[in-house]
């Protein structure tokens, strides 16, 4: 998913999709552990959107430090 796309999420959805893709990301480890993943760069994938996500979330955590 695009940065832009995420920044109009709320904090809610955003922490939802952080809970997700952390899940995904443990299923996929498994996965490639057992030798069963067909595609190994999916880990490399769902590694950097949650990145994404822990960034845009940290963003808005500076943005409320500042306000306050």
Do not use: C, G, Y
């Not at 796309?5 to 995904?24: A, C, G, P």
């Not at 959107?49 to 808005?60: D, N, P």
């Amino acid at each position: 998913m695009k940065p832009n796309d995420l920044r109009d999420k709320s904090n809610e959805d955003l922490t939802q999709e952080l809970v997700s893709l952390k899940e995904e990301l443990f299923k996929l480890r498994f996965q490639h552990a057992t030798r069963r993943l067909e595609n190994p760069l999916q880990l490399r994938i769902v590694r950097r959107e949650i990145a994404r996500v822990k960034t845009i979330i940290r963003e808005r955590e500076i943005q409320a430090e500042k306000k306050a």
